[in-house]
T-cell receptor, first 113, second 113 residues
Framework: DSGVTQTPKHLITATGQRVTLRCSPR?????VYWYQQSLDQGLQFLIQ???????AKGNILERFSAQQFPDLHSELNLSSLELGDSALYFC????????????FGAGSRLTVL | SQKIEQNSEALNIQEGKTATLTCNYT??????LQWYRQDPGRGPVFLLL?????KEKRKERLKVTFDTTLKQSLFHITASQPADSATYLC????????????FGTGTRLKVLA
């Protein structure tokens, strides 16, 4: 157990729907990162938050949004889902803005039918 | 923007041999570079971090080198075991102060008994 908790572990939904993925960072970590990993693809950086503030943004689609709450948990919202959004979504946390080692959760596997 | 190149072809080696994986980056030299291990369907796990002023870092059977002139890091596993079979990812930040940690696509290692 890495200490980073992601829910749900698996999610199957239909095109056009909206889902929310949740992440609780490791105790004491202030930064949360979201990554997407499609089949046979590398980890694609989506977005990073530090202590509730957006700190860095990757090639995150406009249909996707995220936030980090005062208790430091984070949610990734995916809307108007398409088949191509099917992927593993990983959350990672680290100790601070400058801390550099990421601790990953087990991921949320999203299947869009 | 920064790009990471790892050999996408799988690497098969015999048990007991040394596995050497390569990570090349294209632009500026990062302050540090990290290696992670990822098993199928699971989140990456941090292995080693090497800073730009360190030529070599060791941890048990693992060794990482960092050559800023060649823009390359090498990751070695000595006395390899079947349990070392996994995908190994190289990671670094996209640009100074960006907080975007980008990953290579990884090299899949298979250690044959």
């Amino acid at each position: 157990d890495s200490g980073v908790t992601q829910t749900p572990k698996h999610l199957i939904t239909a095109t056009g729907q909206r889902v929310t993925l949740r992440c609780s960072p490791r105790s004491g970590d202030l930064s949360v990162y979201w990554y997407q990993q499609s089949l046979d693809q590398g980890l694609q950086f989506l977005i990073q938050y530090y202590n509730g503030e957006e700190r860095a943004k990757g090639n995150i689609l406009e249909r996707f949004s995220a936030q980090q709450f005062p208790d430091l948990h984070s949610e990734l919202n995916l809307s108007s889902l398409e088949l191509g959004d099917s992927a593993l979504y990983f959350c990672a946390s680290s100790g601070g803005a400058g801390a550099n080692v990421l601790t990953f959760g087990a991921g949320s596997r999203l299947t869009v039918l | 923007s920064q790009k990471i190149e790892q050999n996408s072809e799988a690497l098969n080696i015999q048990e007991g041999k040394t596995a050497t994986l390569t990570c090349n980056y294209t632009n500026y030299s990062p302050a540090y570079l990290q290696w992670y291990r990822q098993d199928p369907g699971r989140g990456p796990v941090f292995l080693l971090l090497i800073r730009e002023n360190e030529k070599e870092k060791r941890k048990e059977r693992l060794k990482v080198t960092f050559d800023t002139t060649l823009k390359q890091s090498l990751f070695h596993i000595t006395a390899s075991q079947p349990a070392d079979s996994a995908t190994y990812l190289c990671a670094l930040d996209e640009g100074t102060g960006t907080y975007k940690y980008i990953f290579g696509t990884g090299t899949r290692l298979k250690v044959l008994a």
